[in-house]
């Protein structure tokens, strides 16, 4: 066995070269490089490779001073972590739905398939376009505002359904719903149907059978859903950006903003910030379930 | 299953379900629609007549920003992405059959790689190359390379920075299809064919590759429309010249005019046809080994 293990080490090695090589240069190499960068000094044109905090420093300015008032930085992280969790609740509500209903309801395998797909062609498409698509319908003289002010309801169109932060959730619940439909279907439909059987037999609801079987089991589905959620929305930049009219302040955006002003190692200290926090949601959250087990 | 008939909750479940379809398909409908736009016609509805306008004045140039280009980099981008894609993650794929020195450490850097936020990544290699840049113009002359100091500009560009970025987003999900395939596969079918004498490339093309080809499909799929549509990672990454989604998200705060729909409709017109393409294909792969007897790769993508 000794004998034929160390080759097949060596051929494991190159199989898997090329790809750890890709996330080496591309992935690992600059995430340090944010690091570093972000301990470093910058002028209005170029960075300066001594070590400061004043990246850090800037970013934070004002913040004990201002107390109890909030500093603009904590302010953006908390509309950031509100926006979060509006999409994270609708996007686990409308994917738990729709995944319930095709690992359940749909019995056979043709109608899974075409059905999955249905909800899977979007994600191959473009978010720009998908973002786009809203103008027509929310725009000033928009469907739903011609539709409205026909109707009666409303006497001029309303202001706040387009470039607002009511477009940005809306958007991003389109964008993203996809990330939570998929890991529940896959939780879901490895749930032992005997075992939902069994808990009607023992004389539980419906209700029951869903909080008490079918959750708990699908639960590693909707802790990986939630992470790519999270994740995504908060780095987000170009949804907020486009659908909030550049308007609305977000984490993403402050790195954007200082990367246009080609203040770099300010924009790498933001990102460290961001990179923390969000490291910090995922540890939480991956405490619930072994994600390399579900995969 | 549990009970005879569809119980009321079907129906229920059934009218969210189309709801939700509805809500991921109408918007898009309807810039489909309005890219047909009479002349005259403005970006929201009523239609204002029906006219190609926009359509030729996407192509005819000279107006906004060459799409024309931006269209032919971003497509030579997604091919090669696929390709490497492909290549890079069924090899990896296959390292991955047994534990090797390093394999949790590949599977814990793609799927950071998948949720450390994008804006993040592209920063990152925009450090990396400004950094080499400086590097080469300081140092190529000490190194004995004079010419190559004086006319460096950058090391970024479509195909290494732009490329890396992009494949940072791909490759994570090329090994987790992978991943899905190989869970299911029955290796019986490799001790087999060693057994009767066959090495390890011919076991794997001839016995492996068949039965996982129309999943390899769905990789490449994954790759094209995955990097024909990328954004975020690409903002930073792509050095001076744009792709496609980059000029369509410029266009969106400057655009009045339904040309931009012209152009989504043209992006979308892309995808569908390649979405389409690859579903075609894999259905014919998995039509070909039904009659061919095997069931071993039945129910994958």
Not at chain 1, 138 to 143: I, K, M, P, T
Not at chain 1, 232 to 258: C, L, N
Not at chain 2, 96 to 115: C, D, E, N, P, V
Not at chain 2, 197 to 220: C, D, E, K, N, Y
Request: charged share 15%.
């Amino acid at each position: 066995m000794a004998l034929r293990d160390r080759p097949s080490q060596f051929v494991a090695w190159l199989q898997a070269g090329p790809m750890m090589l890709v996330f080496l240069v591309f992935f690992l190499v600059p995430l340090a490089f944010v690091i570093i960068v972000s301990f470093w000094d910058y002028n209005e044109y170029e960075m300066i490779p001594s070590f400061t905090t004043r990246g850090y420093v800037e970013t934070f300015e004002g913040c004990l001073a201002q107390l109890p008032e909030l500093c603009t930085i904590l302010k953006t992280y908390l509309k950031t972590l509100k926006l979060c969790f509006l999409v994270w609740l609708i996007t686990l509500v409308i994917g738990f739905t729709v995944a319930y209903f095709l690992a359940f309801h749909i019995r056979s395998k043709t109608w899974q398939i075409a059905l999955s797909l249905i909800c899977t062609i979007p994600f191959w498409t473009s978010n720009v376009i998908r973002m786009i698509a809203w103008i027509p319908l929310l725009g000033r003289n928009g469907l739903v505002n011609s539709g409205l002010v026909k109707a009666g309801m409303i006497d001029k169109p309303l202001e706040w359904l387009l470039y607002s932060e009511f477009a940005v959730v809306l958007a991003l619940v389109h964008l993203f719903t996809f990330f939570m439909v998929v890991p529940i279907f896959n939780s879901m439909i490895r749930i032992d149907k005997r075992l939902i059987e069994a808990a009607y037999d023992a004389g539980a609801t419906g209700f029951q059978t869903l909080t008490n079987v079918i959750i708990p089991l699908a639960k590693p589905g909707i802790v990986i859903g939630s992470i790519f959620v999270i994740t995504i929305v908060m780095g987000d930049f170009v949804t907020i950006g486009v659908m909030g009219g550049q308007q609305i302040a977000a984490a993403g955006k402050i790195i954007e903003t200082r990367l246009n002003a080609l203040q770099f190692p300010a924009a790498a200290a933001n990102a460290v910030i961001l990179l923390g926090i969000t490291f910090m949601i995922i540890a939480m959250l991956s405490r619930l379930v072994d994600v390399r087990k579900e995969l | 299953m549990l009970r005879e008939g569809r119980p009321l909750s079907f129906y229920i479940l059934a009218f969210v379900f189309t709801l939700y379809v509805l809500f991921l398909y109408g918007p898009m409908l309807a810039i489909y629609v309005l890219s047909f736009q009479g002349p005259e016609g403005g970006l929201t509805f009523p239609m204002n007549g029906v006219s190609l306008t926009w359509f030729s004045k996407l192509f005819a140039g000279g107006g906004i920003v060459d799409i024309g280009a931006a269209f032919w980099r971003s497509l030579k981008l997604g091919l090669v992405v696929m390709m490497i894609t492909v290549v890079f993650s069924v090899a990896a794929g296959m390292a991955f059959r047994k534990r090797f020195a390093g394999s949790a450490f590949l599977f814990y850097t793609a799927i950071a790689s998948l949720i450390v936020p994008s804006i993040i990544t592209s920063l990152g290699i925009a450090l990396e190359f400004r950094v080499l840049d400086d590097a080469v113009k300081l140092h190529a002359a000490d190194w004995g390379f004079p010419k190559l100091a004086e006319d460096w500009t950058t090391g970024m560009g479509l195909f290494t920075s732009g490329l890396g970025a992009h494949l940072t987003w791909t490759l994570p999900f090329g090994l987790l299809i992978m991943f899905a395939i190989f869970n299911r596969f029955d290796s019986r079918l490799e001790e087999a064919a060693r057994d009767l004498g066959a090495t390890p490339w011919q076991t794997f093309r001839h016995v492996v590759l068949p039965i996982i080809l129309p999943s390899v499909v769905g990789i490449g799929l994954f790759g094209f429309t995955l990097s024909w549509d990328e954004l975020a990672r690409s903002s930073q990454a792509i050095g001076s010249v744009n792709t496609l989604p980059l000029e369509l998200q410029g266009l969106t705060t400057t655009v009045t005019k339904p040309d931009i729909y012209a152009l989504g409709t043209v992006t979308s017109a892309v995808s569908f046809l390649v979405i389409f393409a690859a579903l075609f294909a894999i259905r014919a792969l998995q039509k070909r080994q039904e009659r061919q007897g095997s069931d071993a790769g039945s129910g994958l993508v």
